[in-house]
C-alpha cells in the first residue's frame, strides 16, 4: 500500500472505503490489518516504562485501553472519509460516542441545544446525566434554519444535530446553523449516522464535530456495536481527554468487524439507498398512503435542502399511513415475509417497526395524519420488497 494519508492525487470515496486505514506497519503485507489483542504492553526497562508514559500515545503501544493498530486502523480509515478532519476516535456504541462527545464539551451551568426529532436516547441524555451535572438541554425545532440564533442565551455552549431527525427525517440546514454558532462562539455536534461521510462530509461543512452510530452502515451486517466521534481542527484534545477519563474503547475484535464492514460501506449503501428511493417513489402512489417521509421527496420536511446538501440518499425512511387503524398497522407488519421486526438499521437486511414520534416531542408538535412505521432497506431484490408492501398495505386497508 502506498502511505493513503499522502495520495499522489486526490482520490475518490470508493477508493478510500478501500484503502483506508491499511498502512504497511499495521498490515505488515495481509490485506486486513490482524487483531491485536492486548491489555498489557510490555517494556524493556523502567527508563522504556518512564519514557513511554510521557509520550503522546497516539498510534503507540501503550496501554490495552489506547488501542492496537486494529482500532487504530479503523479509525483513520473513518478520519479520512471527513476531509479537513482532526482525528477519529472510537466508542463501544453511537450512544457512548454522543454522549462522551457532550461531555466533551459541556460544564456545569451550560446549555446544550437539541433538536427536537432526536433519536429518544440522545434526549433521554439531556433529561439525565447532563441534567443532574447541571447542564440545561432546551429542545428546538429541527427545521429553525439560522433561526437558531434566537434560541441562543448567556449560557448556550453548544449546538447539537441530528440529520435527517429520526423517525421524522427532518433535514437540517446544518450550513446556516454551523454559521451561526461559529458567528456566536458555539461548539457544534452532529449525529450523522444515516448520511454517513459518504452522503455528507459534515467537517467540510465545518461541523465541529461529527457522529457515527458505526452498529449501522459502518459495521453493516446487524451484529456488532460501535460509534465513532470525529474532531474538526483544534477540537481533538478535548474529546480525547473525556474518552481517556471515561474510559472509553473497543474490543479489537470489534473494530476488526467495522473494518471488514465499511470496506464495502459504500456500494451497500448505494444500493440501498436506490431500492429505497424505488420503494419510497412506489408507496407514495398507494391510496392507503397518507404522506412518504423520505429526504428525496417533497413530502418530506427540509428536502430543498437535502437536494441541496447531500450527495444521495440512504435505505431508511418513514410511511404515514391513512385512517387511525393501529391493528391494521400491526397485521400489515407481522405478516411481512422480507422485514424483519426489530431496533437498529443500516445493516444488510430488511426490518421495519411501528413508530410514533408524536409522544417524545416537547418543542415542536407532530401531528400524525395517521399511524406511521419505519423501513430499513436491505439488500434484497427491490421487487420482492414492493409485493410484500402490497400485500401488507392490503391487510392494512382490511383491517
Ligand atoms: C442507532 C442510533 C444511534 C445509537 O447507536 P447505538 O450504536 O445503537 O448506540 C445514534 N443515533 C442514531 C441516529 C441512531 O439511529
Redesign the pocket.
Known amino acids: 500500500m502506498t502511505d493513503p494519508t499522502h495520495p499522489a492525487a486526490p482520490i475518490a470515496d470508493a477508493t478510500r472505503v478501500v484503502q483506508g486505514g491499511r498502512r504497511d506497519e499495521w498490515t505488515r503485507g495481509i490485506v486486513n490489518p490482524p487483531v491485536w489483542r492486548a491489555s498489557t504492553i510490555l517494556y524493556d526497562s523502567v527508563a522504556d516504562l518512564r519514557t513511554n508514559a510521557k509520550r503522546d500515545t497516539t498510534h503507540r503501544l501503550f496501554y490495552g485501553r489506547r488501542g492496537t493498530p486494529t482500532q487504530w486502523s479503523l479509525a483513520d480509515a473513518l478520519d479520512e472519509l471527513e476531509p479537513g478532519a482532526e482525528g477519529t476516535l472510537l466508542y463501544p456504541?453511537?450512544?457512548a460516542a454522543?454522549a462522551t462527545a457532550l461531555l466533551a464539551v459541556l460544564s456545569p451551568g451550560d446549555e446544550v441545544l437539541i433538536p427536537d426529532s432526536a433519536?429518544d436516547?440522545t434526549r433521554s441524555l439531556g433529561g439525565g446525566i447532563l441534567k443532574r451535572m447541571g447542564i440545561s438541554t432546551r429542545f428546538y425545532d429541527p427545521l429553525v434554519g439560522a433561526g437558531i440564533a434566537d434560541l441562543i442565551g448567556r449560557a448556550t455552549r453548544a449546538v447539537f444535530m441530528?440529520s435527517p431527525g429520526?423517525l421524522t427525517f427532518e433535514v437540517q440546514d446544518v450550513p446556516a446553523i454551523v454559521a451561526v454558532a461559529k458567528a456566536r462562539g458555539l461548539v457544534t455536534l452532529l449525529?450523522n449516522?444515516?448520511a454517513t461521510p459518504l452522503l455528507f462530509p459534515a467537517i467540510a461543512r465545518g461541523v465541529d464535530y461529527t457522529i457515527l452510530?458505526c452498529?449501522?452502515y459502518v459495521v453493516g451486517h446487524s451484529d456488532v456495536?460501535?460509534?465513532s466521534v470525529t474532531a474538526g481542527p483544534g477540537r481533538l484534545e478535548a474529546l480525547r481527554t473525556a474518552t481517556y477519563q471515561l474510559g472509553q474503547c473497543v474490543s479489537p475484535d470489534d473494530a476488526w468487524l467495522g473494518s471488514r464492514g465499511l470496506r464495502t460501506m459504500k456500494l451497500r449503501l448505494d444500493e440501498q439507498g436506490r431500492s429505497a428511493l424505488a420503494i419510497a417513489e412506489w408507496l407514495k402512489t398507494r391510496p392507503e398512503v397518507a404522506r412518504v417521509l423520505h429526504p428525496a421527496l417533497p413530502d418530506c420536511p427540509g428536502y430543498e435542502v437535502f437536494a441541496r446538501d447531500f450527495k444521495g440518499a440512504a435505505g431508511l425512511f418513514s410511511v404515514v399511513l391513512k385512517g387511525d387503524s393501529d391493528a391494521g398497522r400491526a397485521a400489515m407488519i407481522d405478516g411481512l415475509a422480507h422485514f424483519g421486526i426489530g431496533y437498529?438499521?443500516g445493516g444488510y437486511e430488511s426490518l421495519v417497526i411501528p413508530v410514533d414520534p408524536q409522544f417524545y416531542r416537547t418543542a415542536t408538535r407532530w401531528a400524525a395524519d395517521g399511524p406511521m412505521i419505519r423501513l430499513q432497506i436491505g439488500l434484497e431484490d427491490t421487487g420482492d420488497l414492493i409485493a410484500d408492501l402490497e400485500a401488507g398495505l392490503k391487510r392494512f386497508a382490511a383491517a
Open positions: 456504541s453511537g450512544v454522543i433519536y436516547p441530528e429520526s449525529d449516522t444515516w452510530a452498529t449501522k456495536m460501535l460509534g437498529s438499521w
